[in-house]
């Protein structure tokens, strides 16, 4: 059983940058495509960006070329570096680690981009 624990939210103004972690226990991540979402106030939870276990990226236009995942195996842990944050990017951010039938998320951490 995968367990996912999110941290590396807070309070940013606009333009700054925040790392967000996913540390994984109880399997390895490599061993599943691994996804951050966003959950904005109101509306549904949507893929930001995703790493297949192959290690190949693709992120949604609205962050891309300003967020980038990443994974250490060795430390068995997820990261989502924003950088440029933009207002539209506060939200709830989740870590998804997915694989044939099995799905696992974390509890989430809170990012809010004011000034």
């Known amino acids: 059983q995968l367990r996912l624990l999110e941290s590396g939210g807070g309070i940013i103004q606009p333009g700054g940058s925040l790392r967000l972690s996913c540390a994984a226990a109880?399997?390895?991540?490599?061993?599943?495509?691994n996804r951050w979402y966003r959950q904005e106030p109101g509306k549904l939870r949507d893929p930001v960006a995703v790493?297949?276990?192959?290690?190949?990226?693709i992120y949604a236009e609205s962050v891309d070329g300003r967020f980038t995942i990443s994974r250490d195996t060795v430390k068995n842990t997820l990261y989502l570096q924003m950088d440029n944050l933009k207002r539209e990017d506060t939200g709830v951010y989740y870590c998804n680690a997915y694989y044939d039938a099995d799905d696992y998320w974390g509890q989430g951490t809170q990012v809010i981009v004011s000034s």
């Open positions: 790493i297949s276990r192959e290690g190949s990226t």
């Open positions: 109880g399997a390895a991540l490599s061993s599943y495509h």
